[in-house]
């Protein structure tokens, strides 16, 4: 599964941002998810045991959907992603060594930049698709400008103050998609709230289509 085979078969370009998602819980929340239609899932690095999650999810709807590890900060958690079955690895920051060991494993690469300069350090490394974080500190008009000089094949995600209410501002400067922790998920939602709040987001997307 890949970003490019997801997005082409129609899934919403969005990411869920499942922080502080307990292993037990995962494949609940997970499924909650999926049958939303949110196929792209991602468990931080500064969860409970994140690879049991990220494997546990994996094994379950790894044909169905993208997922992996966000605030990946080392070569060393990257390969331990990797050794998850993780299949996307997504950072808040950019650090090239990190970018280019994901891109080394062939993992779905969306390291985070706030700036010029880190978005060409990210695409350096080897990345064709970067996250803007925080993205609601920038704004829209922020990625509009990006766009004016970032190679025209290389896609912007926003991460960091998205969801429903945004999704159409973001899309409409020039973002492919977003990221959206807790307005999606936060530590004890049960997965029917968190299937009511997917399903309100993947409304909400659709209806800029």
Request: hydrophobic letters at 45%.
């Amino acid at each position: 599964m890949t970003f490019d085979d997801l997005l082409a078969s129609g899934a919403p370009p969005i990411c869920a941002i499942l922080r502080g998602l307990q292993p037990d819980e995962a494949i609940d929340i997970s499924a909650a998810l999926v049958e939303a239609g949110i196929r792209i899932l991602e468990v931080p690095f500064n969860s409970p045991e994140p690879l049991q999650s990220i494997a546990a999810m994996q094994a379950a709807f790894g044909d169905r959907a993208l997922i992996g590890g966000g605030t990946v900060l080392s070569v060393d958690a990257v390969e331990g992603l990797h050794g998850a079955g993780g299949r996307i690895m997504i950072t808040p920051n950019t650090d090239s060594q990190v970018i280019a060991r994901g891109a080394e494993l062939g993992l779905e690469l969306l390291p985070g930049f706030m700036t010029p300069s880190e978005a060409f350090v990210a695409i350096g490394a080897g990345a064709r698709r970067i996250k803007l974080f925080p993205a609601a500190l920038m704004g829209p008009a922020y990625v509009r400008a990006l766009k004016d000089v970032l190679p025209k094949q290389v896609r912007v995600w926003a991460v960091g103050g998205t969801g429903a209410d945004t999704v159409g501002e973001w899309l409409a400067a020039g973002c492919e998609g977003i990221g959206v922790g807790g307005a999606l998920y936060r530590p004890g939602d049960d997965a029917g709230t968190v299937r009511d709040r997917a399903l309100e987001l993947v409304a909400a997307w659709k209806r800029t289509q």
